[in-house]
C-alpha cells in the first residue's frame, strides 16, 4: 500500500509520511498539535517527525510556533495551503486502501477484522527484560 501511496502522491510532491502528518493535522480542526503528538499518532512512529516538519513548513503546508503555554512546546498548524491539498488528495489513501482491499475475498476481509480486533484488544507488546 505504501509502495502504491508513493506513486501517487509524486505528482504533489509529498511524501507517505508527509501526507500522514497532513491528515493528523486535519482531524485537530484547526487546534495546534505537538510535535510529540504527532509522532504518537503516525502510522510510522519511526519516522522523523522533526525533519518531516521542516519540509512541510519549507513548503508552506504547515506552521511551527512556540506554544504561549509552554515554551519548551513547539505547536504545529496546518496552513490554508495544507488543508487545501490534503483534501485534494485524500482520495488517494481510500484508492489504496481498496486496491489492497480487493485482493480479499468477503471471507477474509471478515477474518482480517477479527483479527486486527483481537490484536489491538490486546494492546500494546513491550519486550520483557
Known amino acids: ?6 506513486q501517487n502522491l509524486k505528482p504533489y ?18 487546534k495546534p498539535m ?13 519516522s522523523n517527525v522533526t525533519r518531516i516538519l521542516e ?6 503546508l504547515v506552521t511551527r510556533d512556540s506554544s504561549p503555554n ?18 485534494s488528495t485524500d482520495y488517494l489513501a481510500k484508492e489504496a486502501q481498496e486496491k489492497m482491499a480487493s485482493v480479499l475475498s468477503d471471507d477474509d476481509a471478515a477474518n482480517l477484522g477479527d483479527w486486527l480486533d483481537k ?11
Not at 505537538?34 to 519511526?46: G, P, V
Not at 519548551?72 to 496546518?78: F, S
Not at 489491538?120 to 527484560?129: I, L, Q, S
Open 119 to 129: 490484536l489491538r484488544e490486546a494492546g500494546p507488546v513491550t519486550p520483557k527484560d
Open 70 to 87: 509552554n515554551r519548551r512546546m513547539i505547536d504545529v498548524m496546518l496552513t490554508e495551503q495544507g488543508l487545501e491539498l490534503i483534501n
Open 13 to 30: 510532491n509529498l511524501t507517505a509520511p508527509q501526507f500522514n502528518v497532513l491528515r493528523i493535522l486535519r482531524g485537530q480542526k484547526g
Open 55 to 60: 519540509k512541510l513548513v519549507e513548503k508552506s
Open 34 to 46: 505537538s510535535a510529540f503528538a504527532i509522532q504518537e499518532r503516525m502510522i510510522h512512529r519511526t
Open 1 to 6: 500500500m505504501e509502495t502504491h501511496m508513493q
